[in-house]
């Protein structure tokens, strides 16, 4: 296989995941978040709503479950749509800001019970999808 033209300093295309009308919704309706967690299972939305309700009535283990639930669901969903473990996750694109609030929420929470080192690799993985994510999130 000759490489050959190909610029090796290219990396991995941005992902966008796809938009969920009927959950934005619901959301819009006032649905709380275990509602929309139970409608929308495979949803990082629903899942990082559920773990911001928790983490801010201070349900900090609840919140890091949630969290991690809406973590790996994001983790499918982006796989699904070509993700192969690296490369841009635009927070500019809406549809991509349930995972990333999910990734930030669970770090938050990872701190929160002293798991230092699962909250640093997560700080770098939010950095790593998208730079502006976090001050997006902890505005």
């Known amino acids: 296989m000759s490489l050959a033209g190909k610029n090796l300093l290219d990396g991995p295309e941005p992902t966008y995941l796809d938009e969920e009308p009927e959950l934005l ?14 409608a929308f299972p495979k949803s990082s939305l629903a899942w990082a709503l559920l773990a911001q309700d ?24 982006l796989r699904g749509h070509g993700w192969k473990g690296h490369g841009p996750i635009p927070f500019s694109h809406e549809p991509n ?15 929160a019970i002293g798991e230092t080192d699962e909250a640093q690799r997560i700080s770098s993985f939010l950095n790593d999808s998208d730079p502006e994510a976090a001050g997006q999130l902890s505005s």
């Not at 928790?54 to 969903?77: N, P």
């Not at 800001?97 to 701190?111: D, E, K, N, V």
């Open 25 to 38: 919704a619901r959301i819009e309706a006032g649905d709380e978040g275990e509602d929309l967690a139970r």
């Open 54 to 77: 928790a983490l801010d009535s201070g349900y900090v283990v609840e919140g890091y479950a949630y969290a991690r639930v809406g973590y790996h669901r994001g983790l499918d969903a």
């Open 97 to 111: 800001r349930g995972f990333l609030r999910s990734l930030y929420l669970l770090g938050r929470a990872a701190s």
